[in-house]
Nanobody
Framework: QVQLVESGGGLVQAGASLRLSCAGSGRTFSSYAIGWFRQAPGKEREFVATISRGGTNTNYADSVKGRFTISRDNAKDTVYLRMDSLKPEDTAVYYC????????????????WGQGTQVTVSS
């Protein structure tokens, strides 16, 4: 089992950058693929990005490709989501999740979830 805690959210203006962190606890963190999802008010939660256990493989939603970068440091049990050129439509609660499937984009393929961190982008 792994516990996940997100941090790094906040209020920024359009065009700014943020880096979210997903800190994991437990000795098995490196055995999980980690995904980032987000949920905007009144909308369903959607896939943002995912990274493989070793960090070699990544996958992104089309809406963030070229602006967001996912990475991980297994020595620190942490996954990062660097978000550049933020837009108001990126406003959402961002969640990280751990699962066993490689590059999964479906929420059902993730077993453990954090509580989320709010990102608000003003125009």
């Amino acid at each position: 089992q792994v516990q996940l805690v997100e941090s790094g959210g906040g209020l920024v203006q359009a065009g700014a950058s943020l880096r979210l962190s997903c800190a994991g606890s437990g000795r098995t963190f490196s055995s999980y693929a980690i995904g980032w999802f987000r949920q905007a008010p009144g909308k369903e939660r959607e896939f943002v990005a995912t990274i493989s256990r070793g960090g070699t493989n990544t996958n992104y939603a089309d809406s963030v490709k070229g602006r967001f970068t996912i990475s991980r440091d297994n020595a620190k049990d942490t996954v990062y989501l660097r978000m550049d050129s933020l837009k108001p439509e990126d406003t959402a609660v961002y969640y990280c999740a751990a699962g066993r499937s490689l590059l999964a984009t479906n929420q059902a393929q993730y077993d453990y979830w954090g509580q989320g961190t709010q990102v608000t982008v003003s125009s």
